[in-house]
């Protein structure tokens, strides 16, 4: 192999990694917005080509407006989520395609209105596609199947002493 032919072949896969490093970063955005509640950020982490299969596919979207709006009115201020994406399996499919595979493991606390001191704890894998547009990356396609959702009643004692969400 030549040198110009390694240099060539480091330089794709420093490419890859770079990849996959900003995919990461852009499905931590995703969450670190959800749980924020941070919906105008959150939107820019989705393609404006975004297709969901939330909810073992029962809740399906096609615009980031869309997407955000449903979340908006499903996560009200009276629940706090802790949505926490674990052992990504990413693989670069093109220069401008790639898809993921996520563990997700989510926690939902509701502290007021009519599901006060319910508790939700799940898992699910999530299986995304990604498209590079403009050199940037966004979700294009996110969906997840659980595994297992419980819910229960918090024992009414335990007191939630920090919520960013609670009005001062």
Known sequence: MTLEARIEALEKEIQR???IEAIKQLKAKYFRCLDGKLWDELETTLSPNIETSYSDGKLVFHSPKEVTEYLAAAMPKEEISMHMGH??????????????RW??????IFTDGK????GINGGAFYTDKYEKIDGQWYIKETGYVRIFEEHFMRDPKIHITSNMHKEK
Do not use: H, M, R
Request: charged share 25%; hydrophobic share 25%.
């Open 103 to 108: 563990y997700l493991e989510d926690n939902l």
């Open 17 to 19: 990694l770079n990849d």
């Open 87 to 100: 052992t990504p399996e990413i693989t670069i499919d093109s220069e401008n395609t790639a898809t993921g």
């Open 115 to 118: 599901y006060k001191n319910v």
